[in-house]
């Protein structure tokens, strides 16, 4: 069984679609970050395991996921219905067999699914790391994958939305095998409280340019 940690903050909208889409063999572990709409109800009555972070912030709704996992190997995903729970065996299956320490899914996008803002600022972003880590990743997908208690030994501080981009850095300090694999990206349920607007977009790149310094 592998845990599949899925910060929540409002998306009921998606939550269905999501839950009923998890394979055989991975357990979703739905962390509440403050939703207002029946979220946290909502999955666990779908029989999802239902675990609540009152700090707001995406890296700490993340971490607290992972503290409650138990598997040997832990997934990520957004829960907006952008990435589909059917494409989790790609990104678990090299950690599991060994083949890496870190995967993530690199994000093909469907038309609509990505704003030319947030895809500008990702790629940015990429860029960097590359530049900084020599690792020949093209997107900080937010599908992956992960050793559980090699990523609690990282130490990843960033409780907002540096946690992502700080998971990899660490990882490449560390000499980590990090690899990524394309999943397909769809337009999302709702409206992205980080690539919805300029601003959330802003927000994340201030965050992410943080972990960065």
């Known amino acids: 069984m592998i845990d599949v940690v899925l910060p929540v903050l409002d ?31 909502l999955a666990s009555a779908m029989g999802a395991t239902v675990v609540v972070e009152p700090l707001r912030g995406f890296g700490a709704a993340c971490f607290r996921g992972l503290v409650a996992a138990s598997s040997d190997v832990v997934c990520f995903m957004d829960c907006d219905a952008s990435l589909d729970p059917c494409d989790l065996p ?6 599991a067999r060994d083949r890496a320490d870190l995967v993530l899914g690199a994000r093909a996008a469907a038309k609509g699914a990505w704003p030319l803002h947030a895809r500008f ?15 020949p990743l093209t997107d900080l997908g937010p599908m992956r994958s992960v050793g559980r208690n090699a990523l609690i030994a990282l130490q990843v501080r960033d409780r907002r939305f540096g946690w992502p981009l700080e998971m990899v850095l660490r990882a490449a300090s560390a000499g980590w095998r990090v690899d990524e694999v394309s999943v397909p990206y769809h337009p999302r349920a709702g409206r992205s409280k980080v690539t919805g607007t300029l601003r959330g977009t802003a927000r994340t790149v201030r965050d992410m340019t943080r972990a960065l310094t």
Request: hydrophobic share 45%; no cysteine; glycine share 10%.
């Open 11 to 41: 998306e009921a909208d998606a939550l269905v679609w999501v839950l009923g889409r998890m394979p055989e063999g991975f357990r979703p572990i739905v962390v509440d970050n403050g939703s207002t709409d029946g979220s946290a109800e």
């Open 90 to 95: 790609l990104v678990a299956e090299p950690v």
């Open 121 to 135: 600022a990702n790629r940015v972003l990429a860029r960097e790391v590359r530049r900084r880590t020599g690792l």
